[in-house]
């Protein structure tokens, strides 16, 4: 074989091979930047929720019940009455997270659930935006998904003067129900009529 013939067929293989390399090495790295990132560990807040000069108070929790004479009862719970509403409000909720183990209650929100953000708005409007959780793991059905919104709507906007209605997001965004039945594209206000609170008054 010509020498010229074998230079050329060297020079060739060496830029096949570059190019290979360069293929293999680009598609890694293609690969690489579009592998879904798992969804983030929530840790606790920075700042702590209340200062240690802050008063507690005492607020009704409104909790899932196992009976069926009523959808929702109260349990009396602390807080700290801090200055920012916000930090009222989630208060609340992680009490809610955390369930109350009682006889009679179902008494938290659905197993992993997480509260990412809250804001307060001047017209009265709470948005609390949740982890997916909230919604993945819930087991359905209306009155238990009526039972968990109302749960949130009830303990934000009975406790806490500032809070009129509640709006719950799921992951940043809005969902059109909790998980299949009840809607959740509008602000809520409290509904007491689904609480022990009306049992008593209607007692009363």
Known sequence: MPRNVQIALFVMSLALAGSLYYFFNVTRTIRSSTVPEAEPSFSEADLPL??????????????????????????????FATTRVED????????????????????????????????????????????????DNHPGGVLPE???????????????????????????????TLAGHCLLLLPLPADLSITDIAETVDRG
């Open 88 to 135: 009222r409000a989630r208060q609340l909720v992680e009490h809610l997270i955390a369930g109350i183990g009682e006889e009679g209650l179902y008494g938290r929100l659905p197993e992993g659930t997480r509260l990412n953000q809250v804001f307060v708005s001047e017209d009265g409007t709470a948005y609390l935006d949740f982890n997916s959780a909230l919604s």
């Open 146 to 176: 009526q039972a968990s919104i109302y749960s949130i709507v009830n303990s934000l906007s009975y406790n806490i003067s500032e809070i009129e209605r509640v709006k719950i997001l799921i992951g940043g965004v809005e969902k059109e």
């Open 50 to 79: 209340y200062e240690p000069n802050d008063p507690s108070i005492d607020v009704k929790l409104f909790l899932p019940a196992t009976s069926n004479d009523v959808l929702l009862r109260t349990r009396d719970v602390t807080i």
